[in-house]
């Protein structure tokens, strides 16, 4: 029973890398952390090779960026 425990809790924090990694991508971080958590080494590589939802231009930071939930990944201002 604890064995499950541990696997359980080591599955939620490795998923937890993808998330982060998808949510920079625009993705939606809770279904990347379940991704993740569920099948880690496959999660891990295809958050790697996301690409963007769509490339627009910042209008407070300048910079092109990549965004998916409407926020800059490179400042964090949020298109509306
Ligand atoms: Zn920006």
Redesign the pocket.
Known sequence: MDVYIIIAVVAVVLGLAPAFMARRQGRSFVLWWIYGAVAFPVAIIHSLVLKPDYVVK?P??G?M?GVGKGY?R??G?EFM
Do not use: A, L, V
């Open positions: 910042c407070f930071c910079g960026t800059c490179r400042c201002y």
